[in-house]
């Protein structure tokens, strides 16, 4: 299945923001523990959105139920307007939603050309193809060619992936789900583990990334917030505190008493 | 135009197997026995039906990552299959196949939908159960398997009507090696395949293949089928060469035989069975003549080293070998100082 | 005439009982181990065969008696067990599934060689003491007395599991490596001393079902490997780590597999074979075993 099937007609295009991504009223419970509660979250077409908040404060499990890999208590889920509450995770991929993980998740034994190869051949409809080389087809070796030359990783594209460097490997996590195409993507804190130093290619990367693509990420790092976020919600236990300008978020008393504790005085 | 557009990524970027002189190797080997050692036939046919075996195991556990320890199932029911149908149908082999194959592979599609839901040890358990199961109504359903005595007496008829199969099993030896060439041909095409990336995808990180879209249950079930079908093709031989079927086809014990068979030559590798079975073949009807006990222990004592040291098998260890070798030789001799 | 079948039923249940019983002593272990230390264990019905063994060579040899050999057996056993679990388990450990499946078929390969060199192929009669000869009337039931002990001493020995387990700090620290090894190591507890004394335990169970039940469970090399299958769906079925599950399983098993066999011969076996596929199918983690996320 192609992203050829239309989630925006053009009036809309023309018109204000477009809504890719919509979240109402999601909650998770484990027995008695809430981990989500009541979550309203709407990412349009284009949007540079971070979430951010404390840790354990729900936000990878909040990722988890938009993907489909974790079942939500309550409340619903739309991606480009259809309700995919109930889709399974491989439906929602294919209706144009692309995540990474915190954690690298990668074909280990496999080269860096052959990672992005198996997203493009998902995509372009070819996995179930019984014969012919994947080098053999053209469109996989071209648009592989051009994604990895956009990463900065063509050189590397024969290495296999457990001799590549952490931080070559956060990029491929990227590339991956770049590779899908997707109009909604959720980034897994896409920095992570990288020392500050070496943070300059996640940063040009996440900067050229496609301004059509709505895209929510999850970060800590906060340099990197406040310099790609057109908005920030702000999860805490689970439940949105405050969501707002980057600006205007800075400088709200409860996100510094959040993540900096209340002043005594 | 496209040849230059193709040369943009580096070399062995999507790696596939490619035709090398080395390929020849173990056709010729298998030629050469059959004018070298024609006294060996029956023993020779027997290696090339359990190669076609470990081709199929190989499949599923080697490239899809399946954990099987029943896929006697499907070499079993392939043996029946074949077995009744030359009985009852037609003694013509090439159908016979066909009929074994078609019978494993929707067998194969059955318990693959309904096991491969779970994965690791209670894959493991319930791929045994299955052919225990199997294994119990065989030997219950006298009236189609012949319970505890099998088949036997089953005809063969001539191979596409001229080549009869003769008392020293020439011909069956011929007939295996070519279905034995056509079934890996097959598995190459289907490993080289983008489908063949999707499961290797699979085996490497379900997770991943899940957020990239696919289908991984369908995949899976695909490949257990193939395979299924193939361990099929293999039973349905071993009937028509053997003319006998017992239960042992639908034994736990060969399950665990050809897997450890597979294991030694190295799986996911394509060649791994064409090592590993005739190595153990051979020098299991060696031993066996001298005591059955002595070879168990040292297949189970290079069991546990050869998971400890070498878990590719040996194909991986000689491939390690060979770079090393390789290494040792183009490095200049550094100069002591 | 009816008298005479429910005679029939109520000795053949008896019979299942005690089938059931050492099957649950035999199984017990490898259920603990697969579940506190998630290994795939298929060399398990090995040490039964050991302890089976043990108390073979401890009798003819050593000319000691029943009551004396038996203990020594499961002692011998649990050393033995001890021993391999400092040394090839360690490297059993760190194996994915398929890698510990393949590593205890070898050492279940290396156990039945050793045993036919030792003791030849021929099935062996552990010689049972005069006074558990012989059966015990109980009304129109002959009960055979050796039976009769067998199912007194394992329903002690799941007692005392069950106490332990249920009622003692070391009980608690085991259930607790059950359901999370991280976390028990975290809060102090010496894993690998652990390990090894429950591994060693489980295999003493198992010895003591191979010394006790040879007359149900007949004493040969192959012995590691025959009752294999059996053992796995007990374990299985029971869910791995759960001593209710184990001794509910074994039981049912030991009832259906006798049952079975005076009745409807062949049939049993599929009975048990298909249900264990329904119920794994339905509850891949077995009657009382723990759901894995």
Request: proline letters at 3%.
């Amino acid at each position: 299945m192609t992203l050829a099937s239309p989630m925006v007609d053009a009036a809309a295009v023309a018109t204000t923001a477009v809504v890719m991504l919509e979240t109402r009223g999601l909650c998770k419970r484990y027995g008695a523990i809430e981990v989500t509660r009541n979550v309203d979250l709407c990412i349009e077409r284009g949007a540079r959105h971070a979430l951010i908040g404390p840790n354990g404060a729900g936000k990878t499990t909040f990722v988890n139920l938009v993907t489909g890999v974790t079942e939500p208590s309550a409340g619903s889920i739309y991606l480009g307007g259809r309700e995919v509450t109930s889709a399974s995770a491989q439906k929602r991929v294919a209706a144009g939603l692309a995540r990474t993980f915190q954690i690298n998740t990668l074909f280990a034994d496999l080269t860096v050309a052959e990672n992005i190869a198996i997203a493009l051949s998902q995509r372009l409809g070819l996995a179930w193809k019984l014969w012919g080389r994947p080098a053999a087809h053209a469109e996989v070796v071209e648009q592989a060619a051009a994604l990895l030359e956009q990463l900065g990783l063509l050189t590397l594209a024969a290495r296999r992936v457990n001799a590549l460097a952490y931080g070559q490997r956060r990029m491929l996590e990227i590339a991956i789900a770049l590779a899908l195409k997707p109009q909604v993507l959720l980034l897994d804190e896409p920095a992570a583990g990288i020392p500050n130093g070496e943070s300059g290619m996640i940063l040009d990367l996440l900067e050229r990334l496609p301004a059509d693509i709505a895209i929510l990420f999850i970060e800590h790092d906060m340099n990197l917030v406040f310099r790609f976020a057109k908005k920030i919600t702000v999860l805490v236990e689970g439940a949105v505190l405050v969501e707002g300008k980057p600006d205007d978020i800075r400088a709200d008393e409860r996100v510094r008493n959040v993540y900096l504790g209340r002043r005594h005085d | 135009m496209k040849s230059i557009i193709r040369n943009v990524l580096p070399a062995e970027a999507l790696p596939s197997y490619r035709l090398r002189l080395a390929d020849a190797l173990p056709w010729l080997v298998a030629l050469g026995a059959f004018f070298m050692f024609d006294t060996y036939m029956s023993l020779g046919a027997q290696i090339l039906i359990m190669v076609i075996f470990g081709i199929s195991l190989d499949l599923a556990l080697g490239f899809a990552g399946i954990n099987t320890l029943g896929h006697a199932a499907f070499f079993g029911v392939g043996a029946y299959a074949a077995g009744y149908y030359s009985l009852h149908v037609s003694a013509e082999p090439l159908s016979g196949l066909l009929v074994a194959a078609l019978a494993a592979g929707v067998i194969g599609l059955l318990s693959g939908w309904l096991l491969l839901r779970t994965s690791g040890l209670a894959l493991l358990m319930l791929t045994m159960v299955t052919t225990v199961v199997l294994h119990e109504v065989a030997n219950t359903w006298r009236d189609v398997t012949g319970g505890a005595d099998g088949l036997s007496g089953i005809e063969t008829s001539p191979l596409l009507g001229t080549f009869a199969f003769d008392l020293y099993g020439k011909t069956a030896y011929l007939y295996a090696l070519a279905v034995l060439f056509v079934v890996f041909i097959a598995m190459r095409v289907i490993v080289n395949s983008p489908f063949g990336l999707a499961i290797r995808g699979i085996r490497e990180n379900s997770k991943r293949m899940l957020l990239v879209g696919t289908p991984v249950h369908a995949k899976l079930i695909l490949a257990y089928t193939l395979s299924a079908a193939i361990a099929g093709i293999a039973g349905a031989l071993s009937a028509e060469i053997t003319r006998t079927v017992g239960l042992d086809l639908l034994s736990f014990q060969l399950s665990g035989n050809i897997l450890i068979m597979l294991i030694i030559g190295g799986v996911g590798r394509l060649y791994g069975a064409f090592i590993g079975i005739p190595l153990y073949m051979l020098l299991l009807d060696r031993a066996a003549a001298i005591d059955p006990f002595h070879w168990m222990f040292f297949v189970g004592i290079a069991l546990i080293l050869l998971v400890r040291f070498a878990p590719g098998g040996l194909l991986a260890l000689a491939q390690q070998l060979r770079q090393r070798l390789v290494l040792r030789l183009t490095t200049p001799v550094k100069e002591n100082k | 005439m009816f008298s005479r079948f429910v005679v029939s039923c109520i000795s053949l249940l008896f019979d299942g009982l005690a089938f059931g019983m050492v099957l649950f002593l035999i199984s017990i272990g490898m259920s603990i181990t697969m579940g506190v230390m998630r290994v795939v264990n298929l060399a398990h019905c090995g040490f039964a065969m050991i302890g089976g063994y043990l108390a073979f060579m401890l009798m003819t040899q050593a000319h000691l008696p029943f009551a004396a050999a038996v203990p020594l057996a499961v002692l011998g056993t649990m050393l033995l067990g001890a021993l391999l679990e400092r040394t090839v388990y360690a490297w059993i450990y760190a194996q994915s599934e398929l890698g510990q499946v393949l590593m205890t078929i070898g050492l279940t390969f290396v156990m039945i060689a050793t045993a036919n060199a030792m003791f030849g192929s021929t099935v062996q009669n552990i010689p049972v003491p005069a006074a558990l000869h012989g059966t015990y009337q109980l009304g129109a039931i002959s009960l055979p007395v050796y039976r009769l002990f067998l199912i007194a001493v394992s329903c002690v020995c799941a007692a005392g599991i069950w106490y332990v387990l249920e009622r003692t700090q070391v009980g608690a620290k085991l259930r607790a490596a059950v359901d999370n090894v991280r976390m028990a190591a975290c809060i102090g507890m010496n894993v690998k001393a652990f390990f090894g004394i429950t591994f060693a335990i489980g295999c003493g169970f198992a010895g003591l079902g191979g010394a006790l039940g040879a007359d149900m469970f007949p004493l040969e090399p192959y012995y590691a490997l025959n009752y294999l299958v059996l053992v796995l769906i007990v374990v299985s079925v029971g869910g791995l780590g759960s001593i209710k599950g184990t001794l509910i399983a074994a039981l049912t098993l030991g009832m259906i597999d006798t049952l079975g066999r005076y009745f409807v011969p062949g049939a049993g076996g599929l009975v048990i074979y298909l249900a264990t596929l329904v119920l794994l199918l339905l509850r891949p983690q077995g009657l009382y075993g723990k759901k894995m996320s």
